[in-house]
């Protein structure tokens, strides 16, 4: 089949991955004019380690993972009231941190040396409009030019445009906002002391806000700013409006306590800065004839989950995996595929009924648990966290398999003959 998948990110990168090894021909459109190789720390947890695995990619994985070691709670003295290392005994669920952390750059980056000699990338252009009729998809480009496709996968983020153009205007977009719940993201330059180590740091102050950091190299850290706001500012800032995003957090975050105003002062000149409002998309279904979804346009779980990227991975693999099971693949003796056109439909169904169940593990209960009496919003409050993580650190649980995501229960990750060396 002729394939165009709308975004480069991690979720497009491994779809044309799997796809092009089964031997379609598949184009990637993506809009920035490189590959998007920027964004902080992420991991892989569960189904996604094995998938990264069976992509044949854990050599080049491994050679990129981030250093660090665990995950401290501070008060604001700075002084350490819980500690959760990673789990690297490579058995049960990861911690905070797991064994495989990485940066989001470099993750995109290996995945697409690994498949773009047999993909056709086109920088620097996305999906203007599609037309789906007559037995293929008529996208129209933004730059202009038009190309018919047997599928269109849109696979452009939390606020996917394809989504958007698939379901209508007449139909809601599927994204449910986590109400007032906001991340930003960025760098700082702060040479490593001596003795300091790989260690992130959560701080938790008053008013719902929080402040995470985390060491990858020696010269600078990732810089993590939450929380639950009303700020009528940040609210009202156009998304990408750097420059509003950045003052309405410093009014947000001022007096936060620990090393805030620091941090606030280093923001304004971090030129890798990037808001989030923090939300789950939910649809009834990721396809339409002939256009589908994957990765957080389908299905984001929210930051909230630690499953993002490790939803992304799997969810293209069981994509691409139905429609190697359905619609055939290249025969060894020359391209030869097998109702390709006709098992579609049949492979789109497939995917949907395979990875709903994940999803919606993944996603339970996260809009529910981000009321205002799950984040402590006083000092008090704060305290009494302080206390109850202090014990758990000191018992060593494993806190991070409670909170995150990651343990869903009663589902096997699907084999795909079709798909083996």
């Known amino acids: ?25 598949v184009t990637v459109a993506e809009r920035f004019p490189s590959l998007r190789a920027t964004g902080l720390q992420i991991d892989l947890r569960g189904h996604g380690i094995e998938v990264m ?27 350490r009231r819980a500690y959760f290392p990673a789990n690297t005994t490579g058995k049960g669920p990861q911690n905070f941190t797991t064994e495989y952390e990485i940066m989001r750059g470099d993750l995109c980056r290996i995945i697409h040396d690994a498949t773009k000699d047999r993909t056709a990338y086109i920088f620097g252009t996305s999906i203007e409009s599609f037309d789906d009729k007559d037995g293929s998809v008529e996208v129209r480009f933004t730059d202009g030019s038009t ?46 002391q001596e003795g300091e180590g790989y260690i992130a740091t959560q701080y938790m102050a008053p008013g719902r806000r929080g402040v995470m950091t985390r060491r990858h190299s020696p010269n600078e850290i990732q810089v993590y700013l939450g929380g639950t706001t009303d700020s009528e500012r940040l ?25 805030t105003d620091e941090i606030i002062k280093s923001m304004k000149d971090a030129n890798d800065f990037y808001c989030e409002r923090l939300g789950l998309v939910k649809l009834e279904s990721w396809y339409r004839g002939r256009v589908a979804l994957v990765g957080d346009a389908a299905y984001c779980p929210s930051a909230n989950t630690g499953m993002g990227t490790t939803s992304a ?29 006709d098992g579609l439909a049949t492979a789109l169904m497939a995917y949907e009924q395979k990875f709903q169940p994940f999803m919606k593990q993944v996603q339970k209960g996260v809009l ?54």
């Open 235 to 259: 609210k009202n800032a156009r998304r990408g409006d750097v420059r509003e995003e950045k003052e309405a957090l410093s009014e947000i975050f001022q007096g936060a306590g620990w090393q």
């Open 1 to 25: 089949m002729k394939v165009l998948i709308n975004g480069g990110g991690i979720a497009g990168n491994a779809l044309a991955f799997w796809l092009s090894k089964l031997g379609h021909d």
């Open 368 to 421: 529910e648990d981000t009321g205002p009496d799950m984040i402590p919003s006083t000092a008090f409050g704060i305290a009494i966290m302080h206390c109850i993580l202090g014990v758990a650190s000191l018992f060593k649980v494993n806190v991070g398999k409670w909170m995150l995501k990651e343990n869903v229960k009663g589902w096997d990750l699907p084999e795909y003959e079709e798909m083996r060396d």
């Open 147 to 192: 190309n018919c496709f047997d599928l269109l996968v849109g696979a452009d983020g939390q606020g996917s445009r394809t989504r958007k153009m698939m379901l209508g205007s007449d139909t809601a977009d599927g994204f449910y906002p986590l109400n007032g719940v906001c991340v930003a993201y960025f760098t700082i330059p702060r040479p490593i």
């Open 53 to 79: 695995k069976r992509m044949g990619l854990e050599e080049a994985y491994h050679s990129k993972l981030a250093p660090e070691q665990g995950l401290q709670i501070v008060d604001k003295s700075g002084s």
């Open 313 to 341: 991975i799997v969810g293209a693999y069981i994509l691409a995996g139905e429609i190697g099971r359905h619609c055939g693949r290249p025969s060894r003796e020359g391209p030869r595929v097998d109702g390709a056109k």
